[in-house]
């Protein structure tokens, strides 16, 4: 069966320092893989999307960057975080298949102090 | 105009009770369907997929989808406290990024 991993879990950063988080799913190949971010009381936000090693699209212009250095392997960075950059960060998966549904890792709370 | 537009609640309805949560999109080219439940500080959990007109059924939940009038919507059946959540709308097309675009949810209060 697939599984989605995330990590870290929860995360407090100062502003100005990097960040690192990232994703690994297991029992699938060649996934779509997204990240969302979810401010407090609010929906989701897709930030990134990657549809195969290397290639990321980016959603929306920001401090983020994503990478995709294997074919399950994601991860999100920046090189210097705001204070805006807290939120509840989603990393998630979807087959290339028609009519599937996308599956969410754990999630990381980022807050930046 | 929100791509994906939800009631934000709290719906509040008494345990055994149906609840009913809408959802509407404006992106007539979407094709998949999707309601996922969150709990508070946790990710979401897909609770159903609907991919064609009508109604889907799953135990106590049945997904409705109109695609005429951009609507989707979620009844859950003999309510429990269990199911008190934030219950988020998404929608995607099946080309291209293929990414879901969510509603800001709709928190749903079930009281003993």
């Known amino acids: 069966s697939q599984t989605i991993h995330q990590w870290p879990a929860t995360l407090v950063q100062p502003v100005g320092s990097p960040l690192s988080l990232e994703c690994t799913v297991e029992g699938t190949s060649n996934p779509n893989l997204y990240w969302y971010r979810q401010a407090a009381g609010r929906g989701l936000q897709l930030l990134f999307y990657?549809?195969?090693?290397?290639?990321i699209s980016s959603e929306v212009p920001q401090n983020l960057s994503a990478s995709r250095p294997q074919d399950r392997q994601f991860i999100l960075s920046s090189k210097k975080l705001l204070l805006s950059d807290s939120g509840f960060y989603l990393c998630a998966w979807r087959t290339r298949q028609l009519n599937t549904e996308a599956f969410f890792g754990q999630g990381t709370r980022l807050t930046v102090v | 105009q929100k791509e994906v537009e939800q009631n934000s609640g709290p719906l509040s309805v008494p345990e055994g009770a149906i609840a009913s949560l809408n959802c509407t999109y404006s992106d007539r080219g979407s094709q998949s369907f999707f309601w996922y439940r969150q709990y508070s500080g946790k990710s979401p959990e897909l609770i159903m997929s609907i991919y064609s007109n009508g109604d889907k059924e799953d135990g106590r939940f049945t997904a409705q989808l109109n695609k005429a009038s951009q609507y989707v919507s979620l009844l859950i059946r003999d309510s429990q406290p269990s199911d008190s959540a934030t219950y988020l709308c998404a929608v995607s097309r099946d080309t291209g990024r293929r990414a879901l675009t969510f509603g800001s949810g709709t928190r749903l209060q079930v009281q003993p």
């Open positions: 990657s549809v195969g090693i290397g290639q």
